[in-house]
């Protein structure tokens, strides 16, 4: 069972956290927010309306998730009240524990998410390292990884962009993940991914080391301003057939973008290229084309704004040996990463989308250092 010890930690992280929150100012904030919903006229810009509604909806969340996390303290310290009488049970004080800090740990790591972009969306693209089927084939596992890592958090996925293996897996994939806060939570899988098993690809059953790139950047809302220059974009369309192309039709419907990007600080150009597949719909295509330019884009601004250009240049390393974040050696039961060195052996656990702890372990570490 628990001791008293740990009650009194849980009671001190919660009232730091309600101190960190401001949650009594809060109360006030959202009191006052709630009065502008009331004029007459406040639907009558919709956009502006609606950025009114998700601020007080951000509000209540902290309050009402603050509020629940107040009555399970009050619940756990009657509890321990009680099983002097033994109307409770050491497991069922247990269990209620076991609730509480949950709670408390998800509400501590959110709130290290103050960035603009931490509230968004996230356009996640893997591709394959070399080494052919066996790279291509751990680039398929990681998207089914990062897949059913959103369904477990119910995040709305979308694949924007598949492009299969020669034999087997995929060569690349783009993958949009919409939900509230996914861009800040995903960021810590921007990287390289290493792969160590024997290869069912390989006739002699050696051991085999494979990669695969993870690049991750903000889905962009109505929210944010992006300037995007008309003259500097042209389009071109395709059939979306191919191998994995049977549930799209034959027309063309698939959109190929392409921006010619001058960069406002440098002054440095580059062409970026992006591919749209999603639906059946040319022009819907299109309009998920311009979404995934915008997310480049702000993406790019932010790396100017945060001045990190010397660690996204760190970031270009080869897709081989040295550079990767986080190894999975499967052999070994053994998912390490590099940069926090928290580790598991539950690998299948982690292949099933459980990555919760190294989120945890990365933000605990350097969303600090973010400002």
Same mark, same amino acid.
């Given at each position: 069972?628990?001791?008293?010890?740990?009650?009194?930690?849980?009671?001190?992280?919660?009232?730091?956290?309600?101190?960190?929150?401001?949650?009594?100012?809060?109360?006030?904030?959202? /009191?006052?927010?709630?009065?502008?919903?009331?004029?007459?006229?406040?639907?009558?810009?919709? /956009?502006?309306?609606?950025?009114?509604?998700?601020?007080?909806?951000?509000?209540?969340?902290?309050?009402?998730?603050?509020?629940?996390?107040?009555?399970?303290?009050?619940?756990?310290?009657?509890?321990?009240?009680?099983?002097?009488?033994?109307?409770?049970?050491?497991?069922?004080?247990?269990?209620?524990?076991?609730?509480?800090?949950?709670?408390?740990?998800?509400?501590?790591?959110?709130?290290?998410?103050?960035?603009?972009?931490?509230?968004?969306?996230?356009?996640?693209?893997?591709?394959?390292?070399?080494?052919?089927?066996?790279?291509?084939?751990?680039?398929?596992?990681?998207?089914?990884?990062?897949?059913?890592?959103?369904?477990?958090?119910?995040?709305?996925?979308?694949?924007?962009?598949?492009?299969?293996?020669?034999?087997?897996?995929?060569?690349?994939?783009?993958?949009?993940?919409?939900?509230?806060?996914?861009?800040?939570?995903?960021?810590?899988?921007?990287?390289?991914?290493?792969?160590?098993?024997?290869?069912?690809?390989?006739?002699?059953?050696?051991?085999?080391?494979?990669?695969?790139?993870?690049?991750?950047?903000?889905?962009?809302?109505?929210?944010?301003?992006?300037?995007? /220059?008309?003259?500097?974009?042209?389009?071109?369309?395709?059939?979306?057939?191919?191998?994995?192309?049977?549930?799209?039709?034959?027309?063309?419907?698939?959109?190929?973008?392409?921006?010619?990007?001058?960069?406002?600080?440098?002054?440095?150009?580059?062409?970026?290229?992006?591919?749209?597949?999603?639906?059946?719909?040319?022009?819907?295509?299109?309009?998920?084309?311009?979404?995934?330019?915008?997310?480049?884009?702000?993406?790019?601004?932010?790396?100017?704004?945060?001045?990190?250009?010397?660690?996204?240049?760190?970031?270009?390393?080869?897709?081989?040996?040295?550079?990767?974040?986080?190894?999975?050696?499967?052999?070994?039961?053994?998912?390490?990463?590099?940069?926090?060195?928290?580790?598991?052996?539950?690998?299948?656990?982690?292949?099933?989308?459980?990555?919760?702890?190294?989120?945890?372990?990365?933000?605990?570490?350097?969303?600090?250092?973010?400002?």
């Amino acid at each position: 069972m628990i001791t008293q010890e740990q009650l009194k930690e849980a009671q001190e992280r919660g009232e730091a956290l309600k101190r960190y929150l401001d949650i009594d100012s809060k109360k006030i904030e959202v /009191e006052e927010e709630e009065l502008r919903t009331h004029v007459a006229d406040f639907w009558d810009d919709r /956009e502006k309306a609606e950025a009114q509604m998700k601020k007080i909806k951000e509000l209540h969340f902290w309050i009402d998730s603050y509020v629940e996390l107040e009555k399970l303290t009050e619940e756990l310290v009657l509890a321990f009240d009680f099983l002097k009488e033994e109307l409770v049970t050491e497991e069922e004080i247990d269990d209620l524990y076991g609730r509480l800090m949950d709670k408390l740990e998800k509400l501590e790591l959110r709130n290290m998410l103050r960035r603009e972009e931490d509230k968004l969306g996230v356009v996640l693209k893997i591709n394959s390292g070399a080494g052919g089927t066996e790279s291509q084939d751990w680039a398929q596992m990681l998207m089914r990884l990062y897949l059913r890592y959103a369904e477990k958090h119910g995040y709305k996925t979308s694949v924007a962009q598949l492009l299969e293996g020669d034999d087997a897996g995929i060569k690349s994939v783009t993958i949009n993940i919409e939900g509230d806060y996914a861009y800040g939570f995903l960021k810590s899988e921007n990287g390289v991914h290493r792969l160590v098993r024997v290869s069912p690809y390989n006739a002699q059953g050696k051991r085999m080391t494979s990669f695969a790139s993870v690049f991750v950047t903000p889905l962009v809302d109505d929210s944010i301003e992006i300037n995007v /220059e008309p003259a500097r974009i042209s389009w071109d369309t395709f059939r979306s057939g191919g191998a994995g192309g049977q549930n799209v039709n034959k027309v063309e419907s698939g959109v190929r973008l392409r921006y010619q990007y001058k960069d406002p600080y440098t002054g440095e150009e580059e062409e970026i290229l992006i591919e749209n597949t999603e639906t059946r719909d040319q022009p819907k295509n299109k309009e998920n084309a311009m979404r995934q330019l915008k997310s480049i884009l702000y993406d790019k601004e932010l790396k100017h704004r945060m001045e990190e250009q010397a660690k996204i240049e760190a970031g270009k390393k080869k897709i081989e040996w040295g550079s990767q974040i986080r190894s999975y050696v499967f052999d070994d039961r053994r998912v390490k990463d590099h940069r926090t060195n928290y580790q598991t052996s539950n690998v299948n656990g982690v292949m099933d989308g459980e990555i919760d702890d190294f989120i945890k372990a990365y933000l605990m570490e350097f969303a600090g250092e973010e400002g």
